[in-house]
T-cell receptor, first 115, second 116 residues
Framework: SQTIHQWPATLVQPVGSPLSLECTVEGTSNPNLYWYRQAAGRGLQLLFYSVGIGQISSEVPQNLSASRPQDRQFILSSKKLLLSDSGFYLC??????????????FGQGTRLTVV | AQTVTQSQPEMSVQEAETVTLSCTYDTSENNYYLFWYKQPPSRQMILVIRQEAYKQQNATENRFSVNFQKAAKSFSLKISDSQLGDTAMYFCAFMMRGTSYGKLTFGQGTILTVHP
């Protein structure tokens, strides 16, 4: 069966510090990977998605970047955090060896507080 | 671009009763999926139910069922025999079908509280 791991669960970082959130998927190959952000407990906004190693698409301009160094690894980064980067970040995957994208599966999320 | 609208920020229901959450969407596409996700206080996103737009029959999963009105672009979720564990935020979401990616567009969510 497929599983998705995301860490850390909680992070408090000062303004101007770097950020690295990691997500890995097990039990499938060549998944599509996504980073979503949920601000103030409301809707989720897609930040980045990737259909393969090294292939990153950005949905919204922002202070963050994403990378996919390995097939099942997706990293969300920032060189200098802003207060507005605070939020709940969710990694997700779809497709892979399951075939066509028919639903997305989510990690447990990272609550990021920038102070 | 697709948009998803949930017009009910909060709803409440008594345990064992039925509640319906509303969702409307806008798209020019004909082939897509619609979802309801549940986010309990743990914040884990859990898939509740999925509807394929090309299927006329409404999807059901135990106590959860949908009323899918494609022409009206409406997709409501009915929860029967509500349980305390149904307390959560519920998100309606849209995904285009048949693309190489599975991006989801979410509504703003509805906070559902089930009272004993």
């Amino acid at each position: 069966s497929q599983t998705i791991h995301q860490w850390p669960a909680t992070l408090v970082q000062p303004v101007g510090s770097p950020l690295s959130l990691e997500c890995t998927v097990e039990g499938t190959s060549n998944p599509n990977l996504y980073w979503y952000r949920q601000a103030a407990g409301r809707g989720l906004q897609l930040l980045f998605y990737s259909v393969g190693i090294g292939q990153i698409s950005s949905e919204v301009p922002q202070n963050l970047s994403a990378s996919r160094p390995q097939d099942r690894q997706f990293i969300l980064s920032s060189k200098k955090l802003l207060l507005s980067d605070s939020g709940f970040y969710l990694c997700a995957w779809s497709g892979g060896t399951r075939g066509l994208n028919t639903e997305a599966f989510f990690g447990q999320g990272t609550r990021l507080t920038v102070v | 671009a697709q948009t998803v609208t949930q017009s009910q920020p909060e709803m409440s229901v008594q345990e064992a009763e039925t509640v319906t959450l509303s969702c409307t969407y806008d798209t020019s596409e004909n082939n897509y999926y619609l979802f309801w996700y549940k986010q309990p206080p743990s914040r884990q996103m859990i898939l509740v139910i999925r509807q394929e737009a090309y299927k006329q029959q409404n999807a059901t999963e135990n106590r959860f069922s949908v009323n899918f009105q494609k022409a009206a672009k409406s997709f409501s979720l009915k929860i029967s025999d509500s349980q305390l564990g149904d307390t959560a935020m519920y998100f309606c979401a849209f995904m285009m079908r048949g693309t190489s990616y599975g991006k989801l567009t979410f509504g703003q969510g509805t906070i559902l509280t089930v009272h004993p």
